[in-house]
């Protein structure tokens, strides 16, 4: 008889709250992770130590540069290492809370690295390198996934740093030279702007942030150039070297013409992320990645029966609540339950300031499938909360079907944005019509009353602006 009904691969998003779900429904569970802490990239080094960052030197620079226009006159003083260790507090309460978890919903952490080892095996192997084997009804591989290399740009966590370096720098570089204009770079490329750093961002295509909403994605360039921050699109990096004290960048135009080279104290890599899916002992179950390294899966099966896969390790956004989402769905259909995830109604955010959120479909992508649709935008400079705060840069835009009126795709840039969107994620999960959301009382003075206004903008009948 198998040992436990599933054994999980991965603590992150995905595999914890696997994890706890199996727990819930009452099935004998294990997780195994390498790392000494559980909560996975999301935890450890990727949104919440990001997310503190980003919080903390947001909050430094309004002090230094926007307190004064609400009459508060301060000077404030950076101490790099308390905020680093502001953030390495909020991760540890957070990675012991999942603790706290498994221990609650009695699942097993197994601690090691897990391999499949054949239908219905895990092979484990701990730090000391002492090999144990779990024997299983259901495997489910929630590796995650790990920041991609660039050929001629080698990371050494020292000058040249990947997303993992970049939240653990132990000063504020002079200067720092982002390559990749996407999430990552912008979100702490702003941190470090914001910190005192000279930012100049490398990006191949010629615009920012790709998948993004274009004309979202072109306001948001406008802030973050205001602020500062210098962008070279359509720029081909050709190798970078390291020194002890300076980094020396080679690109050139992707249109062509003359290289160039850029000095800078450090560069961030963040070009993009891949799966781990090497390593795992796929093979010895018949699954053989795609060509890109994902493991594919339908309705969270892999091709081999009792091999489940979810999260980052598998096609589609990188997005933590993306992973969570699975988890529940795949240990739900595994119980014997209908888990489902709607895929179109998955909602993604850029941190930066004004924070980008959005859900749905772009109004590029509804042009290319040929939909016909009416929009609705209102800017935040017209909100009364936003204006009373000094944060009316951005706008709301609602897209809706030019015959039904359900809502296909909202894209927002403004304050807090990030928390409005869920709006609009329920009324899209329940096929709300724009007017649904129009004729629903929202409280006043909020920002929240931009969404609102956008989505009467659908049919012309916006009134404050
Ligand atoms: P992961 O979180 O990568 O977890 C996989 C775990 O599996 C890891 O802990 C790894 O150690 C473990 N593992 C791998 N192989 C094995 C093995 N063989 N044996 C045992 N353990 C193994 N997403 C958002 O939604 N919002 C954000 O704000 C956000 N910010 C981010 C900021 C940064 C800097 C980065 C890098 C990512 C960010 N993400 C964000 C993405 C998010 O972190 C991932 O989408 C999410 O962590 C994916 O969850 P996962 O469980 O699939 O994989
Ligand atoms: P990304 O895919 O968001 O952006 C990578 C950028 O690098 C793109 O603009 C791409 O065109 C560019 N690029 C690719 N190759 C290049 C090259 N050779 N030279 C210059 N530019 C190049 O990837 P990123 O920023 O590394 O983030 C990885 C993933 O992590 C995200 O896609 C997202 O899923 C997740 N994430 C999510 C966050 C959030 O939800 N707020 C925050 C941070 C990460």
Redesign the pocket.
């Known amino acids: 008889m198998a040992e436990y009904d599933v054994v999980v691969i991965g603590g992150g998003p995905g595999g914890y709250n696997a994890a706890i779900r199996a727990g819930q429904l009452g099935l004998k569970v294990a997780c195994v992770e390498k790392r000494a802490t559980l909560g996975g990239t999301c935890l450890n080094v ?2 919440i130590p ?1 997310k503190a960052l980003l919080h903390a030197s947001e909050l430094y620079e309004l002090a230094g540069k926007h307190f004064a226009d609400f009459g508060i006159e301060v000077t404030p003083k950076l101490n790099l290492p308390n905020m680093m260790a502001q953030k390495a507090s909020a991760v540890g309460q957070l990675t012991k809370g999942i603790e706290f978890l498994f221990k609650k919903n009695k699942v097993d952490w197994v601690k090691g690295a897990g391999k499949i080892a054949g239908p219905g095996r895990v092979e484990v192997t701990a730090e000391d390198g002492a090999v144990s084997v779990l024997e299983t009804r259901n495997i489910v591989i929630a590796a995650g996934s790990e ?1 991609a290399p ?1 050929a001629g740009v080698a990371v050494d966590q020292q000058r040249i740093v990947d ?1 993992t370096g970049a939240l653990s720098l132990s000063e504020v570089p002079r200067s720092l030279i982002v ?7 912008l ?1 702490l490329g702003s941190v470090w702007r914001r910190l005192g750093a000279e930012v100049t961002v ?4 010629p615009r ?3 998948g993004v909403d274009e004309e979202t994605a072109k306001a948001l360039q406008r802030a973050l150039a205001k602020q500062g921050i210098a962008f070279r699109l359509g ?3 050709t190798g970078a070297k390291a020194s002890a004290k300076q980094v020396a960048l080679t690109v050139e135009p992707v249109a062509g013409g003359e290289p160039e080279t850029l000095t800078a104290d450090y560069i961030l890599l ?4 891949r799966p781990c899916a090497a390593g795992l002992g796929l093979e010895s179950v018949g699954v053989v990645p795609d060509k890109r390294g994902f493991v594919e899966t339908d309705h969270f099966r892999t091709s081999a029966p009792g091999v489940w896969a979810i999260g980052d390790v598998t096609p589609g ?3 933590a609540h993306k992973a969570e989402d699975e988890a529940v769905a795949c240990i739900e259909i595994i119980a014997g339950k209908a888990g489902h995830v709607n895929y179109d109604v998955i909602p ?4 930066t300031a004004p924070e980008v959120a959005a859900v749905g479909k772009t109004e590029e992508e509804l042009k290319a499938a040929g939909v016909a649709y009416k929009v609705g935008k209102f800017p935040f400079a017209a909100n009364s909360r936003a204006k009373v705060n000094g944060e009316a840069d951005g706008f709301v835009k609602v897209l809706a079907d030019a015959k039904t009126d359900r809502i296909l795709g909202v894209h927002m840039i403004g304050p807090d944005v990030s928390e409005l969107i869920a709006e609009y994620c329920v009324a899209m999960e329940f096929a709300a019509a724009s007017e649904d959301v129009a004729r629903t009382c929202h409280p006043h003075p909020t920002r929240s009353e931009a969404s609102r206004q956008a989505a009467m903008g659908v049919e012309g009948w916006t009134m404050q602006a």
Do not use: D, H, N, Q
């Open positions: 990727g949104c990001s920041p660039l997303s390559i990749g204009a996407g999430v990552i770079g979100e490398v990006e191949f295509l920012i942030t790709p720029a081909k990096v963040a070009i993009g992320r956004p990188m997005l993604s955010v850029i941190y």
